[in-house]
C-alpha cells in the first residue's frame, strides 16, 4: 500500500515545527516513529499534504531528572525509555510499559510524545501515565495561552478514541513523571496475539504504610475507548489491609459500570473480565 503524495519537511527545533505547522493551514502532520502515522496513510485513512519529520529535534529527545521526578522528551523512543535507568527508578511504570510494546523494530522507531498525541485506545502507556499521575508538557503557537506552553495532567489528555486534549498547532514535547514515593506498581498486559497491542493493560501504583493503603492508582487500557483510572477499585483500596482478600475483593470492581470496547476478537464481557484478572494480577505483583 502506498500513501498519497506529500511533502516531507524536517524541522530543526520545536520552534521551527511550531511555524511550519502554523504554515501548512492544517494540512500537516508530524512525523515522530511513523510507526502509527504511517500505517494510516498507507491504509488512505489520512492524507496530509505535508509531514513535518520532528524526530531529529535534540530538545525533544531528552530524558533527565526533574526535582525527583523524571522529564521525558517526546521524540524518546520506547526503547530508550524502557532501558533507561533513570525512567526504571523513577517512573517503573512508564518503563514497564515502554517494554512491552509491540517488537524489537516499533520500540526502536516508535516515540512516546506520537504514542500519546496518537491515542490509540490500546496503547501500552496510557494507562501507566495516569497511575504514575504524570503531566504531559505541551508547546503550541505563542498566541495561544501561557506564551505557547502548558502542562496537561494525564487525567486530563485522554478523552476519547484517538482524541486527546492537544489543539490545533500544538506539539507534545515532554511527559513527566512525579516522585512515586516509594509506591509499588506494576503494569500487567494482556497482548493481541497478532499486533502485540493491549487488549487489556492495567497499571497500579499502591502506597502503603504497616500494609495498610494510604494511596492507590489503578488504571486500565485497551478495554475502553479512552483509558481511565478505575475509581471504585481505588476506594475499595484505600484504608483496607493489603491481603489476597481485599486485593481479591478490589479487583472484582474493575471497569464495573464502564461501557467496554467490542470487537472479533474480544467482546466486552471478555473485556470485562480480562480486566478484573489484569487489575489482579498487576495489584498482586505491586503488593507481593
Ligand atoms: C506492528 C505494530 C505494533 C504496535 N504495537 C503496539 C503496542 O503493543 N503498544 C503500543 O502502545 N503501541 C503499539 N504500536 C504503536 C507504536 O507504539 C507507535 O510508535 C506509536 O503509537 C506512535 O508513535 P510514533 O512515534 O511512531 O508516532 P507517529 O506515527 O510518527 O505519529 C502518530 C501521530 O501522533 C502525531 N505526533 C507525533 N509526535 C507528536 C508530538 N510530539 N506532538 C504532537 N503530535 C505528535 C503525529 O502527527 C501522528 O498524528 C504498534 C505499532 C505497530 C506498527
Known amino acids: 500500500m502506498i500513501p498519497a503524495t506529500f511533502t516531507y519537511r524536517r524541522a530543526a527545533s520545536v520552534d521551527e515545527a511550531l511555524r511550519m505547522l502554523a504554515d501548512s493551514g492544517g494540512d500537516a502532520r508530524l512525523l515522530a516513529g511513523g510507526h502509527s502515522l504511517l500505517p494510516a496513510m498507507k491504509l488512505r485513512l489520512d492524507r496530509p499534504g505535508t509531514m513535518i519529520d520532528i524526530s531529529r529535534i535534540d530538545e525533544l529527545a531528552a530524558i533527565e531528572e526533574s526535582g525527583s521526578g523524571v522529564r521525558i522528551g517526546a521524540a524518546a523512543t520506547h526503547d530508550r525509555i524502557a532501558s533507561c535507568d533513570l525512567v526504571g527508578t523513577r517512573a517503573p511504570l512508564v518503563a514497564a510499559a515502554a517494554g512491552v510494546i509491540g517488537d524489537v523494530q516499533v520500540r526502536n522507531k516508535g516515540t512516546i510524545g506520537g504514542s500519546v498525541a496518537h491515542a490509540d485506545p490500546a496503547a501500552d502507556y496510557p494507562a501507566a501515565l495516569l497511575a504514575s499521575d504524570a503531566v504531559i508538557h505541551v508547546r503550541g503557537p505563542a498566541s495561544s495561552g ?92 484505600e484504608g483496607a489491609t493489603l491481603d489476597a482478600g481485599a486485593v481479591q475483593a478490589a479487583a472484582a470492581k474493575a471497569a464495573d459500570g464502564r461501557e467496554l470496547l467490542s470487537d472479533l476478537f474480544a467482546d466486552e464481557d471478555y473485556r470485562r473480565h480480562l480486566a478484573k484478572v489484569f487489575v489482579r494480577r498487576a495489584l498482586t505483583a505491586a503488593t507481593g
Do not use: M, W
Open 146 to 237: 501561557g506564551g505557547g506552553s502548558r502542562q496537561i495532567a494525564a487525567a486530563d489528555f485522554f478523552v476519547d478514541l484517538y482524541t486527546t486534549a492537544l489543539e490545533d498547532g500544538e506539539i507534545v514535547t515532554a511527559v513527566e513523571v512525579p516522585d512515586q514515593g516509594g509506591a509499588g506498581s506494576s503494569y500487567q498486559k494482556f497482548p493481541h496475539p497478532a499486533s502485540r497491542f493491549a487488549v487489556c493493560g492495567a497499571a497500579v501504583s499502591v502506597a502503603t504504610d504497616g500494609g495498610r493503603c494510604t494511596r492507590a492508582r489503578v488504571a486500565l487500557n485497551g478495554v475502553a475507548a479512552a483509558a481511565f483510572r478505575d475509581s471504585g477499585v481505588e476506594a475499595a483500596l
